[in-house]
């Protein structure tokens, strides 16, 4: 069937009103207003903490806890060969990458990982390179310069 301006209609649920409690008996929803008799749910001001299971373990207390997260971790940005490819530049600064959009932080740290291929020579500034990265860099005739004073890796 066709779509046009006279079989148009709303989403279901689109025009349903708010759901108006303790308005009388006939409105069906009156006297304990949706809410039953007796117990924590029924009284004023009860308001239960996400995951709350009438007194069982919760779920997330009942399932083992593995791993380890390390809180003083460093991140580093990753850029591979292919972004930089592609780049009109000769030289790429720390400050250009977020010129060229292609880090979103100004100071972030990057690291220069070594999937696609260079056509033309860059000197290219990170603060950390892989070693296929390196080589990858020096064969199409660049340079890369690691800043920080960090050995690559």
Not at 36 to 42: A, E
């Amino acid at each position: 069937m066709a779509k046009n301006l006279s079989n148009l209609r709303a989403p279901k649920k689109a025009n349903t009103g708010r759901k108006r409690v303790g308005r009388g008996m006939g409105s069906g929803m009156g006297k304990t207003s949706t809410r039953g008799h007796k117990g924590q749910g029924s009284r004023s001001g009860s308001s239960l903490m996400r995951g709350f299971e009438g007194g069982q373990m919760p779920l997330h207390r009942r399932l083992p806890k593995r791993g380890f997260t390390n809180i003083f971790r460093t991140e580093y940005v990753v850029l591979n060969l292919d972004r930089l490819a592609d780049v009109a530049v000769k030289e790429i600064s720390l400050e250009d990458y977020k010129k060229l959009g292609l880090v979103s932080k100004k100071n972030a740290l990057i690291k220069i990982l070594g999937s696609g291929e260079l056509t033309s020579a860059k000197t290219i500034h990170a603060h950390k390179f892989s070693k296929s990265a390196v080589e990858k860099i020096e064969k199409a005739g660049g340079k890369a310069v690691v800043v920080g004073g960090e050995a690559a890796a």
